[in-house]
DNA sequence: CTCCTCTGCGTAATCGTTTAAGTGATACAT
DNA sequence: ATGTATCACTTAAACGATTACGCAGAGGAG
């Protein structure tokens, strides 16, 4: 390949030269510029970014964290949008994106390790089990992190607002004469801390009472555990005229559910989802649902990330919050006063 | 960080000594290698990618140039678990993963000089618009490359067996007694091409014969485009007792259009889908489909790509074929003699 | 005793860049 | 004439590792 000698070499001047006209130091004559930036071209020159890195301490590279050993990896929607959402912005600003694992050559070390390791300039940690104490040890390291959905002192978190997604979503019910509602909801994160909060905020405020025996802990994006759990809510001599489900994926096994008990949607039993994946939108009938902007906490969450690792005296510690919108649907219909 | 040559020091040794103990060279006494080791990790030591990649000019990375402006990123299915097996077979040979662009810093580039500039051991093309001169600017250059659902010559590729799923698709359902059969087909690639020679073949073999009109060019992932070729097809006088799908998704538009008409399926009109991914399984009726083991296209082509790099000698010119396995379901019914 | 072969380690160059410090030339002010 | 500032470059070290080559000492063969 051609390098910085090479230029150096056929325009009789120094590495030094050449390189600093590359990278437009002031102090080089302006003709002497032009000079190395036509061969440069005509050469094909392309920097190495190894070189630069070793030298310079400064990869332009990111890395992503993410780690769902329960949900089959980069297949899950949800990550998959958020990883494009950091992928390009990160483009964007000349960076290039890698994951961050547990190996390193035949080598089994922690997340921090290997971060050091590829020497990235910062890391999203977008989903990942936050008690794990190797990902602790990567929030309290001196590299710039940006986590997603998930706070931590003293660093910048990119959030999905989780609350008020569900208090649109109870009102909407509400609105639409909903006082029996039910809500299964996923495993007990903070995600899903944020959700139940909003929940019963909205439900007190409309005066809602919810049974205990309608709060039903159930699996984030798992059609079965719905269905059994939908099941069995329809099996109850009180029935919910509404059903939560903790993401529109699921909501395929309760839909599943309620036509096996012979039950129409949303004549019958109303439905409500929550992610906003165009699936939601395709099916009919359309489901009601919290579009969130998933996405959008990508690159918000890698313009942070940058910004951080560009001018690390600017940033004040910093919660953005990405709030999606209310995509209604057919799904929950008038309550029928008979 | 702690570098060799910190531990050179404390170990009274040179840092040849340190390199050569940490990398299992022979030339070093067995008790001089068991201080080194002992201490690099009592020091955490972890070696610095970068510098190891100037100087031996591998980088223990791997390029994956996907290129999909119609449908949207990562978050296609296909591609986001294509890549999670690139990512999963990589990781176990200690290698990483870098999206390639056209991006460096601030500059426009092609994705070849992408990878120069990031010093890529090989690259993985997957999906990309094969026609565009920087891709195969990529093919012809003197990086080891694999592709994914094409053939370039003396290029390593890794394909779905487009044709023979196509082949069972059509027996299955000649077997339930289909004769009058539709195909919806995506965008005329080799893709498409491979699985419309397959379904012809099989038309063949069972002596069906399709009428022009049946065959129609859709959109690969576009429910709304099958949608509408949907709601022609059964407005046609001559209506087919089974059509065929791009793929699964796209399938759920052909549902909404055959519902629309107040049809039934399997009853009334039977359905055939591609892909396999999990929604066919869970909605219902149960989509009959080509399982297509899309993550193990992606490790079989990252394996064969770490071949080609370790060993660019023993690699022979390699044409994997991956097949996927028919995969049953209620949306095809027995045809009803009436 | 000399010669040779191993063994185990050190020397130093090198990968491609960046950058602090130095240098020589010219110009300008004093 | 002398000092000083500016400009446009060059020199050389450094980033952290790898590796060809050299070399001293031990041991064995002759």
Chains 1, 2 share one sequence.
């Not at 150096?8 to 030269?17: D, H, I, L």
């Not at 070189?51 to 993410?66: C, D, E, I």
């Not at 070390?109 to 989903?127: E, F, K, M, N, P």
């Not at 006082?179 to 299964?184: D, F, S």
Request: proline share 4%; charged share 25%.
């Amino acid at each position: 390949m051609v390098s910085i000698k090479d230029i150096a070499k056929r325009c009789g001047v120094s590495t030094a030269t050449v390189s600093k006209a590359l990278n437009g130091q002031p102090d080089i004559g302006e003709e002497t510029r032009e000079r190395i930036l036509h061969l440069a071209d005509e050469l094909g020159y392309m920097a190495n970014a190894t070189a630069r890195a070793l030298k310079t301490n400064r990869s332009y590279n990111v890395g992503v964290l993410f780690v769902d050993p329960m949900h089959g990896g980069l297949a899950h929607e949800f990550f998959s949008t958020v990883l494009d959402g950091i992928r390009s912005e990160a483009e964007k600003h000349g960076y290039d994106i890698t994951f961050i694992n547990r190996n390193v050559g035949s080598r089994q070390t922690s997340y921090l390790q290997h971060c050091r390791y590829r020497g990235v300039d910062g890391v999203v940690i977008a989903s990942a089990d936050f008690n794990d104490p190797m990902v602790t040890e990567l929030v309290q390291s001196d590299l710039p992190v940006v986590t997603i959905d998930h706070i931590f002192n003293n660093r910048i978190s990119v959030m999905s607002d989780n609350m008020q997604g569900m208090e649109e979503l109870v009102r909407y019910a509400a609105s639409k004469g909903h006082r029996k509602i039910a809500i299964i909801h996923g495993e007990l994160t903070g995600v899903t801390q944020n959700r139940l909060t909003g929940f019963h905020r909205a439900c007190e405020e409309f005066g809602i009472t919810v049974p205990e025996e309608w709060i039903r802990e159930g699996v984030f994006h798992d059609p079965a555990s719905c269905q059994r759990i939908t099941k069995e809510l329809l099996a109850m001599p009180e029935r919910p005229t509404c059903i939560f489900f903790p993401d529109d994926y699921s909501w395929i096994g309760g839909y599943n559910a309620i036509r096996d008990a012979g039950l129409k949607v949303p004549q019958d039993i109303s439905a409500v989802g929550y992610d906003g994946i165009p699936l939601s939108r395709i099916m009919s009938p359309v489901l009601t649902t919290w579009r969130q902007d998933t996405e959008k906490l990508g690159t918000i969450a890698a313009d942070r990330l940058i910004e951080q690792i560009e001018h690390p005296r600017t940033v004040i510690l910093d919660r953005e919050i990405v709030t999606g919108s209310l995509q209604s649907g057919g799904t929950v219909g008038e309550i029928q006063t008979r």
